[in-house]
């Protein structure tokens, strides 16, 4: 990754399979819109998951936290914002905020882990880190 681009964002209609009776979203679609807008992030800074994965890297996501304050219903269109915070040799911090025009939905926080294709913890090569040389 030559440049890098820390902040993304995505915009999704809440389709009917991801609401509950009521026509609002279930809480546990929300981890999923994030990642959406994690990985296109990945994808602008010129590398996909797949390729990441055909290299042997990859990132599992050690820590999730969300804060509910207000529901998206069926057929919004909602804007899911993500961005970097913190980039070390082995973990990524991101924080989001997903939100229906300018009323906030959600924040929310992960910490992803690289490992091996075993599962152990690696460094991350230093080109995905927007370092040369690796």
Not at 87 to 104: N, S, V
Request: glycine share 6%.
């Amino acid at each position: 990754m030559p440049h890098s681009i820390d902040t993304h964002q995505i915009d999704v209609r809440v389709r009917y399979p991801e609401c509950d009776a009521q026509s609002v979203a279930h809480h546990s679609i929300y981890p999923i819109w994030m990642e959406i807008a994690r990985t296109e992030m990945l994808r602008e800074n010129g590398l996909s998951y797949r390729q990441c994965e055909e290299r042997g890297v990859f990132f599992v996501v050690v820590r999730m936290e969300l804060k509910y304050r207000r529901p998206a219903r069926y057929d919004d269109i909602i804007t899911v914002h993500v961005k970097c915070t913190s980039k070390g040799r082995i973990k990524l911090e991101h924080t989001y905020e997903i939100k229906r025009g300018d009323e906030l939905l959600v924040e929310a926080a992960t910490t992803l882990a690289c490992v091996d294709r075993t599962g152990r913890p690696m460094a991350m090569p230093d080109d995905f880190l927007g370092r040369e040389g690796a």
